[in-house]
């Protein structure tokens, strides 16, 4: 049988730029980062915490997540993180 080449892509949403951002870009993710959740929008203090996107609200978060995947679709080359 032919074999299935599997593609995972992970991405991270979420409003905290170390407990959310900074993990997910430690893991190889995408970051999408959504301020002004609990702690209101935050201030990037490390290159770490640089989020691969900003979403201004969870929906466009959703988009952005479903534009990747098209790309992944389209290619094997992803967008750069």
Do not use: M
Request: glycine letters at 8%; aromatic letters at 6%; zero cysteines.
């Amino acid at each position: 049988p032919a074999e299935t080449e599997l593609h995972v892509v992970v991405v991270v949403v979420g409003d905290d730029l170390v407990k959310d951002i900074e993990i997910g870009n430690s893991i190889g993710a995408y970051t999408i980062y959504v301020p002004g959740g609990y702690k209101g929008s935050q201030v990037q203090e490390r290159e770490s915490q640089k989020p691969w996107k900003v979403a201004n609200r969870f929906a466009d978060a959703v988009a952005l997540t479903a534009s990747l995947l098209e790309e992944e679709d389209r290619s094997t080359a992803l967008p750069q993180r």
